[in-house]
């Protein structure tokens, strides 16, 4: 009982703190610069690498959702991911794109575990410089700076184009939606899994909606997020994609992920000091977006979207 009662002080303590930093030291999205530069401060400073390990993304907790460890859950989404597009079907050497590939978990795995030849390209310097230096000799992934709306390879360079969480730092979506399918191979394979907003065009948002999906998108750097169904018809668009997009909706499997983030900063209280005051203090400031984030995607406001294209023998229209 006197546990739980100091675990319970600790979150509400937490909370306040977080809340007023979040009130006073409000961010703004104001460009492409403002992603690499919060993603070089993030990685020079290690925080986000302590509390998320080296996949700086949500975690599959099965169907329906289980225990699972956090970390655990970041491997495990990998994985999944690799089955649900096909890609476990593919042989050793296949040439992988991997966009918005953080400090390079997802592309370390993918080269490691199914011998594919990986290329991860992020906006954020510092991203490529820790994923190489955490990418052992011998492991065949290499990273390079390079814009996801403009990327610098030429027309069908891979067999494979992956991307994880990407999308929401996009400014034009149908860009984003054409590059990914330009550098493809004829016959490839586009598998992208990333946050969603629900179809306004369908249900609207309403009074409450608004004030939060726009708090989702100033605080961490997002101009928008489009649609599942809006973004599927931007790939189809290009005049790349052979057939239909394929697409499924994985809220519930990630829907663990929030809370256990900010349970991390609870278990790990070494982070605090390891950090200092203001490492402990921008942490802290995260909070509450995360919590809104919670509230997004499990009220059906955001979903957690999966794509998988092939290109086809086509021109671009």
């Not at 993603?39 to 975690?59: K, N, P, R, S």
């Not at 290499?142 to 069908?156: G, H, I, N, W």
């Not at 009074?207 to 189809?236: N, R, T, Y």
Request: aromatic share 12%; glycine share 10%.
């Amino acid at each position: 009982m006197n546990w739980l009662l100091s675990t319970l002080g600790i979150i509400l303590a937490i909370l306040i703190v977080s809340i007023a930093l979040y009130l006073i030291t409000a961010r703004r999205y104001q460009s492409s610069d403002s992603v690499a530069n919060s993603y070089d401060e993030w990685t020079d400073d290690g925080i986000l690498e302590f509390y998320w390990g080296e996949h700086i993304h949500l975690g599959h907790y099965g169907s329906p959702p289980t225990n699972k460890n956090f970390l655990v859950a970041k491997y495990d989404f990998v994985d999944e991911m690799v089955r649900w597009g096909g890609l476990d079907q593919l042989p050793a050497g296949t040439t992988v794109l991997d966009v918005g590939c953080g400090i390079g978990g997802s592309s370390r795995i993918l080269a490691k575990d199914y011998g594919f030849d990986v290329t991860g390209v992020t906006i954020s310097p510092q991203q490529v410089k820790r994923a190489t230096e955490l990418t052992s000799e011998g492991v065949n992934a290499k990273f390079l700076v390079d814009d996801a709306m403009a990327l610098s390879f030429p027309d069908a360079s891979f067999d494979v184009v992956w991307s994880i969480e990407a999308g929401p730092h996009m400014p034009d979506k149908a860009v984003f939606a054409k590059e990914l399918m330009r550098v493809i191979k004829p016959g490839g394979l586009l598998v992208v899994a990333d946050w969603n907003q629900r179809d306004d065009r369908q249900i609207p948002l309403n009074f409450w909606e608004k004030p939060v999906m726009q708090q989702l998108l100033d605080q961490w750097s997002h101009p928008a997020f489009s649609s599942i169904e809006g973004f599927s018809e931007l790939l189809e668009a290009t005049g790349f994609v052979e057939g239909e997009v394929t697409t499924a909706d994985w809220t519930q499997e990630t829907l663990p992920s929030w809370f256990d983030t900010i349970w991390q900063g609870i278990i790990k209280p070494q982070g605090w000091m390891r950090f200092g005051v203001s490492g402990f203090l921008k942490s802290v400031r995260e909070v509450p977006t995360i919590l809104l984030m919670r509230l997004a995607f499990g009220t059906g406001l955001c979903r957690f979207g999966m794509f998988r294209a092939v290109r086809g023998n086509l021109e671009s229209r």
